[in-house]
């Protein structure tokens, strides 16, 4: 069974450009995360869906991140304008359920120059 | 307060050794408990869940302590190959996952 996509695998963006990420969860898996996680640091949630909806977004910074998960499948991650600050590694998960272990993509690792 | 804190190390092992890690978590309310292994430049993988009851998997033991709020992973027999991150992670209703800073270990030849 395939597991978690990502892509792009890697992406380097002059600062004020905008990026996109995108997410194929297991299929199935009806819970969808997105984590950012610097380096040394444990993966921090930016916003999570159940199907379509986006249940928790409150770490997500609405100034310049969106999120979308269209027909509650694959899921998308924007910044818009990026920031030299938002060089970081994004995760995407997927998880069956309540308190089921969560699988995660390769991420995407961003530089922002 | 972090809702899960763990010591980042990191731990430099010998070969054959046998090492600990402790997590501590905040919210009396966390429902389900994972220990998570990261190599480097890698995403988190499930190492195993951890189980009131305590469980063992080979030579990882995982163990719960509701009562202190504390979970640990005990490796027994280090190989050179379980040089990791190990993240601790808890989870509280609605599928919020929290995840632990990560503690590095290094198994040393």
């Known amino acids: 069974e395939a597991g978690v996509v990502q892509s792009p695998r890697y992406k380097i963006i002059e600062k004020k450009q905008p990026v996109a990420f995108w997410c194929n969860p297991i299929s199935g898996h009806n819970t969808l995360y997105w984590y950012l996680q610097n380096l040394g640091q444990g993966p921090e949630l930016l916003i999570r869906y159940e199907n379509e909806e986006a249940v928790d977004d409150s770490q997500l910074p609405k100034d310049r991140f969106s999120a979308e998960r269209l027909k509650g499948v694959d899921s998308t991650l924007k910044i818009q304008p990026a920031e030299l600050g938002d060089s970081a590694v994004y995760l995407c998960a997927s998880s069956l359920g309540p308190r089921r272990e969560a699988f995660f993509g390769q991420g995407t690792r961003l530089t922002v120059v | 307060r972090k809702e899960v804190e763990q010591d980042p190390g990191p731990f430099n092992v010998p070969e054959g050794a046998t090492v600990a890690f402790n997590c501590t978590y905040s919210?009396?309310?966390?429902?389900?408990f994972f220990w998570y292994r990261q190599d480097c430049r890698k995403e988190p993988k499930l190492l195993m869940s951890?189980?009131?009851s305590g469980n063992e998997d080979g030579r990882f033991t995982a163990q719960l302590n509701r009562a202190s709020q504390y979970i640990s992973l005990l490796i027994r027999d280090s190989k050179l190959s379980d040089s990791a991150t190990y993240l601790c992670?808890?989870?509280?209703?609605?599928?919020?996952?929290?995840f632990g800073t990560g503690t590095s270990l290094t198994v040393i030849p």
């Open positions: 992670v808890v989870t509280r209703t609605g599928n919020q996952f929290y």
């Open positions: 919210n009396s309310a966390s429902q389900s």
């Open positions: 951890v189980y009131s």
